[in-house]
Structure formats: structure tokens, C-alpha cells
């Protein structure tokens, strides 16, 4: 698949998934996909400096990325520390 098409697929379940994170004051913004098929992405609002955020970003983003975009490898955020 072409990496056009996976960051389609990608920014639109992001898109889906953005209005949970807002109505916590929060929010994300896709950045890129890696050659190794990593997501990049940001956290933004209340998400960026959450106690919480890491776990928001790889049960609730990440798996919703995944179910999807099987291709994705994993998604990680490019202002938390992992």
C-alpha cells in the first residue's frame, strides 16, 4: 500500500478519534509515518502533559490505528517520552 494511501487511513481514524481527546481539553495531530511504518504523531492541549497521556496513546490511539491499519507497526508520540 502506498504511503499516501496508509496516511489517509491513518488521519482519518485520528479524525475519529480526535473528538474523545477534546472533550477531555486535549487533542492530537498526525505528524508522519516512518519507513518502518511508526506513526509520529502529537499530543496536544491537556493530552501533552497528561499523566495519563501514555496510556491514552497505546490502548486507545494505538489500537485504533492498528484494527484499521494492520501494516502500522506501532504509534508513538513525538512529545512524551517513552
Given at each position: 500500500m502506498a504511503n499516501a494511501?496508509?496516511?489517509a487511513k491513518v488521519e482519518k481514524v485520528i479524525e475519529q478519534i480526535k473528538p474523545y481527546l477534546e472533550?477531555?481539553?486535549?487533542?492530537?495531530?498526525?505528524?508522519?509515518?516512518?519507513?518502518?511504518?511508526?506513526?509520529?504523531?502529537?499530543?496536544?492541549?491537556?493530552?501533552?502533559?497528561?499523566?495519563?497521556?501514555?496510556?491514552t496513546l497505546k490502548k486507545g490511539v494505538e489500537e485504533a490505528v492498528k484494527k484499521a491499519v494492520p501494516e502500522i507497526k506501532s504509534v508513538e508520540a513525538i512529545n512524551l517520552k517513552q
Open positions: 494511501e496508509l496516511q472533550a477531555d481539553g486535549g487533542s492530537i495531530k498526525f505528524v508522519e509515518i516512518t519507513d518502518d511504518l511508526v506513526v509520529k504523531v502529537e499530543l496536544l492541549g491537556a493530552c501533552g502533559c497528561c499523566p495519563m497521556s501514555t496510556i
